[in-house]
């Protein structure tokens, strides 16, 4: 059973980056799309960008100028990079399965809790 | 940008009863050429990460109760939960896939108990 493990700082200072790591166990990472998701504090969610285990990549547009997402696939690992942060990116960060076609999302890690403060 | 809008923002039903989502897209999110609708349903319980539910508009995901079914075609869109148990309440999320680039989420739908 695949499950996903996000890893990373908590605690962003802002104009700085966010650099978190999902790591894949139980499974390859291999032939699917991985994704990363945000949702700030009590509000709903946003998809921030999917990479294909290939290395290609597809990015929210509002978000496309300060993400880097990309893959390690002989760690198992995808990582995410948000640069330039701000109190507006504070969010619960998670990362997940999206298949062997772009689309649902059937997998989830437990999610990363990234606070953006001096 | 595919917009996604879920009705209601909350919703309170007796246990035991129908419970009703609805979402409405910008656009269609139909390929005509294949027949198939690019949206997915999640729940997600407080503190928890979202459940993959419904995918294709109507296929329930491997694992979830029969009492989840979605409907609907084209820009709108239904989840019905046919018989209200408590570990259902939770809140209820669209999503589409249609579009490149970008998967757009529904605001949500929080669902409790009457």
């Known amino acids: 059973q695949v499950q996903l493990q996000e890893s990373g700082p908590g605690l962003v200072k802002p104009s700085e980056t966010l650099s978190l790591t999902c790591t894949v166990s139980?499974?390859?990472?291999?032939?699917?799309?991985w994704s990363w998701i945000r949702q700030p504090p009590g509000k709903g969610l946003e998809w921030i960008g999917y990479?294909?285990?290939?290395?290609?990549?597809n990015y929210n547009p509002s978000l496309k100028s300060r993400v880097t997402i990309s893959v390690d696939t002989s760690k198992n690992q995808f990582s995410l990079k948000l640069s330039s942060v701000t109190a507006a990116d504070t969010a619960v960060y998670y990362c997940?399965?999206?298949?062997?076609?772009?689309?649902?999302?059937?997998?989830w890690g437990q999610g990363a809790t990234v606070t953006v403060s001096s | 940008d595919i917009v996604m809008t879920q009705s209601p923002d909350s919703l309170a039903v007796s246990l035991g009863e129908r419970a009703s989502i609805n979402c409405k897209s910008s656009?269609?999110?139909?390929?005509?050429?294949?027949?198939?609708?690019?949206l997915a349903w999640y729940q997600q319980k407080p503190g928890q990460p979202p459940k993959l539910l419904i995918y294709?508009?109507?296929t329930r995901e491997s694992g979830v109760p029969d009492r989840f079914s979605g409907s609907g075609s084209g820009t709108d869109f239904t989840l019905t939960i046919s018989s209200l148990q408590a570990e259902d309440v939770a809140v209820y999320y669209c999503?589409?896939?249609?579009?490149?680039?970008?998967?757009?989420f529904g605001q949500g739908t929080k669902l409790e108990i009457k």
């Open positions: 990479v294909y285990s290939s290395g290609n990549t």
């Open positions: 999503q589409q896939y249609y579009s490149t680039p970008g998967h757009t």
């Open positions: 294709w508009a109507s």
């Open positions: 139980g499974g390859s990472i291999s032939s699917y799309y």
């Open positions: 997940a399965r999206e298949g062997s076609i772009s689309g649902w999302m059937d997998v």
């Open positions: 656009q269609s999110v139909s390929y005509s050429s294949n027949n198939k609708n690019y």
